[in-house]
Structures are given as structure tokens and as C-alpha cells.
């Protein structure tokens, strides 16, 4: 429309990443592709079961399933899985929280929406305070969340060189405490989409510290986390305290499309969320926490990412990872540790293109990946690593992965 609103421009209108997923959306319905691009998880059969069986369960329930698919929930949640949430992590994890500190959003996408912009932007005393995120590459769906310009901030990390062609990012904390702007958040995914790097329990003691020092929430994106879904491959500490937002999500463990998002918080941001619930969606989706929560009363959600879905990244992590070794054998590439999430992050540090540019070529090769530029937003200089680097869904058939890598391989040495 004519003098679109502010909001239309922002988003309504085009955005880099709106354009890619139409170009990945054109390309995937013309013919046959190998798709490593998406953020689909993948499909574990086991798992599937254990949705239909408890679905069955639900429907010859008539109580049960009547209730579930014929109320509003409260703008915080069903109170049964409430309820569930609470004691699971108290008992598993000592959080020592109450129905005060949980709130239930349509999937962890919109309680990121609504956190980014309760915590971050300008407040009533006229000050614009930043969201930072400590480390970039970072999830690209956080880079057009804001209603306001010019909100984040990131930095680069320091890289460092593991050998046989593996690295790590880390957190360059010189860096952070050097930052002078005026903050309202910090925000890390862990793991982390699109890299697969899980930030150690020191680095993030480290902003944790950091930000109680600075009076603000540290929130830690946990969608493929412990305890579910547990797509992580080293042992961690899972914290949570006043300062910390934690926010998970049901997608991960295979209920994507039920868009359940769980945020553990302070009372004050649960309220926030809550009413921000009340106005914009009335209720949050229930079918989710009506599936779920017995499964978290008796252990069955923990035992299933412990015994079914972590078992199952792990190996197709393992997999890709030597298959990519096989075919980028005399290119130069660094593939990040594969510590977590659905994703492989490769580095080629002496491509002669932009990845951007990669994309294009591979695309008309019949395979599709993610180009790494769209991942380094909030960052105030250009970075020429950010144009070296890709994104690859390993989560899919092994048939299209082996393909996808074999067909990579070939083009860069091509090039
Ligand atoms: N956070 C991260 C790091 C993600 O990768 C995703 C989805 O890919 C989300 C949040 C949003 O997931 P959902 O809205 O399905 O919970």
C-alpha cells in the first residue's frame, strides 16, 4: 500500500532473508533437490510413534481431547503443563521456581519477537537500549525481530584452530567489556544455530556475571538444549536464576507445527509476556501442552531426547562430518565442532566467491544450502569471514546429504 505504516515497512516489506526462503521455497517445488538448507528436524520414526500412541491415547479419551481442542488457555499457558513444567525443573535441575516464573508462547520464534523487543529499544526515559549478542554467527531468525532500527549489536568472536581441519568459536571477552553503549539484553543461542557450538559453562558464568554487573537479563535460546531436546553432544550445566530468561521449545523434539515456546524467567518478564500474549494472540496454542505434559511427569519427554533424538544427531553429525572430510579432501575448509543443533558450519577460508555467490551455482546444481553472510547481523564493520562460510541441515536422508557434500566438494574444487 501508499504511505505504508512503519510497521508495514518493517514487516511487510522485503527483507534479505524473506527473499532467500521465497528463493529456497521456488527452487525446492522445481523438480527434484537436494535440500541442506532448511530448519526442518529430522524425521526419527520412533519418535513419530510415540506422538501417534499418545495422540490415540488422547482421542479415545473424550474428556481429554474435548478439553484440549475446545478451550482457550490462559494468556500464560495451560495450567496443567504449568504445573509440569515447574516440578520437572525443580526436581530435575533445582530451578527452585513457581507458576510465576513460566510462561507458554506459540513457539520459542514469538516469545523471541516479544522478548527482543520488551528488553531491547528505546524506553519512556528516551534512552535506546541494545540487545547484544556476545558472539556472531548467530540465528538469522533474530536479525529482523525488532521494531526499531538499529536495536543490536554483536561482536565477532575469536576463532580458534583446533587442527585437522575443525574449529571453534569463542567468546572474545576483552572485547564485551570494552562495550560502552547502553544495553537492555544479552542473547546467545546454545547450542547454536547456525554453527553447532555450545559456549561452555565458563563462557557463559562469564556473561552471566556480565550482565548482573550491567542490571540486565542474560537470555539463553536453549530450542535445542538440555533436557529436550537434547541435541547436544557435550555435558553441560543447565542454570537458571533471576537473571537468566530461558527459553525453550517443543519444535526440536519433532512437534514443530503444535508451535509450543516454554520461557523460565523472572516474575516481571513473565507478566510482561503474558499480557503481550493477552493482546496479540489471546491464548497460546494448547495441543502442544495437552501432548506433553504427562510425558513430563513421568520422564518419558527427557528419556526420549536422551535415548532417541540425541542418539540420532549425533550419528548423522558424525556422519556428514566424514563425509566431508572425504569429499573436501584438497580444499581449504574448516568445518566448526559439532557440539549441538541441526546444523554443520563450514569455513572456506580462501574461496574465491562470496558464499552468496556459491549459493547461485550450487542451487542450479540441484543442491540447496544457506549462505553464511545472513548470520553476522548487528556487527558495525564488515567482516570478510562473514562471506566464506556455509550452512548445512544434516538432519535429512542420508541418500541427499552424501549427494549434497559429494556435489559441494566438486564445485569448489571447480572453482
Ligand atoms: N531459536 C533458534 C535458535 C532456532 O533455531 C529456532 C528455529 O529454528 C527457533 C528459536 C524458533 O523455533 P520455534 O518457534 O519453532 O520454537
Redesign the pocket.
Known amino acids: 500500500p501508499k504511505n505504508r505504516t512503519l510497521f508495514t515497512k518493517r514487516f511487510a516489506g522485503k527483507s534479505g532473508i524473506g527473499e532467500l526462503m521465497d528463493d529456497l521455497g521456488q527452487a525446492m517445488a522445481s523438480g527434484d533437490k537436494l535440500m541442506l538448507g532448511g530448519?526442518n528436524p529430522g524425521y526419527i520414526p520412533e519418535v513419530a510413534t510415540l506422538w501417534r500412541d499418545r495422540l490415540n491415547e488422547m482421542v479415545n479419551s473424550s474428556n481429554e481431547i474435548d478439553s484440549v481442542l475446545g478451550n482457550y488457555d490462559t494468556p500464560q499457558g495451560n495450567e496443567n503443563f504449568i504445573n509440569s513444567i515447574v516440578s520437572f525443573f525443580n526436581r530435575h535441575f533445582n530451578f527452585g521456581i513457581t507458576r510465576e516464573n513460566v510462561v507458554i508462547t506459540n513457539?520459542?520464534?514469538?516469545a523471541?519477537f516479544n522478548l527482543l523487543n520488551i528488553l531491547g529499544g528505546t524506553g519512556e526515559d528516551g534512552i535506546k537500549r541494545k540487545v547484544l549478542f556476545p558472539l556472531v554467527p548467530e540465528?538469522i531468525?533474530y536479525a529482523d525481530l525488532h521494531l526499531e532500527d538499529d536495536v543490536f549489536l554483536s561482536l565477532k568472536p575469536i576463532i580458534e584452530d583446533l587442527g585437522f581441519n575443525r574449529y571453534k568459536y569463542r567468546i572474545d571477552r576483552d572485547n564485551l567489556n570494552k562495550i560502552k553503549e547502553n544495553l537492555g539484553a544479552l542473547c546467545v543461542?546454545r547450542p547454536t544455530?547456525p554453527t553447532g557450538n555450545v559456549l561452555t559453562d565458563d563462557e557463559i558464568d562469564f556473561l552471566h556475571l556480565f550482565s548482573k554487573k550491567r542490571g540486565i537479563p542474560l537470555i539463553i535460546?536453549n530450542?535445542?538444549g538440555a533436557p529436550f531436546p537434547q541435541i547436544l553432544f557435550k555435558d553441560i550445566t543447565l542454570k537458571w536464576d533471576e537473571n537468566i530468561v530461558l527459553s525453550m521449545?517443543l519444535?526440536k523434539i519433532g512437534l514443530?507445527s503444535t508451535?509450543t515456546?516454554i520461557v523460565v524467567a523472572n516474575r516481571e518478564i513473565i507478566l510482561a509476556l503474558s499480557r503481550v500474549n493477552a493482546i496479540t494472540s489471546l491464548a497460546s496454542g494448547s495441543l502442544g501442552q495437552g501432548i506433553t505434559y504427562p510425558m513430563l511427569d513421568d520422564d518419558r519427554l527427557i528419556n526420549i531426547s536422551k535415548n532417541l533424538v540425541k542418539p540420532f544427531y549425533q550419528k548423522r553429525s558424525n556422519l556428514t562430518l566424514e563425509l566431508m572430510d572425504k569429499y573436501f579432501q584438497g580444499i581449504d575448509y574448516k568445518v566448526h565442532v559439532s557440539e549441538g543443533a541441526l546444523f554443520l558450519w563450514v569455513w572456506f577460508p580462501s574461496l574465491p566467491i562470496t558464499s552468496k555467490e556459491l549459493y547461485t551455482i550450487l542451487k542450479e546444481k540441484n543442491v540447496l544450502i544457506i549462505p553464511g553472510n545472513y548470520f553476522f547481523f548487528g556487527l558495525k564493520e564488515y567482516w570478510d569471514h562473514s562471506d566464506q562460510c556455509i550452512r548445512i541441515n544434516y538432519s535429512g536422508e542420508e541418500r541427499v546429504v552424501k549427494e549434497g557434500i559429494r556435489i559441494i566438494g566438486k564445485t569448489i574444487k571447480g572453482l
Open positions: 530448519g513457539g520459542s520464534q514469538c523471541m540465528y531468525g543461542s544455530n535460546d530450542a535445542y521449545s519444535s514443530p508451535r515456546g
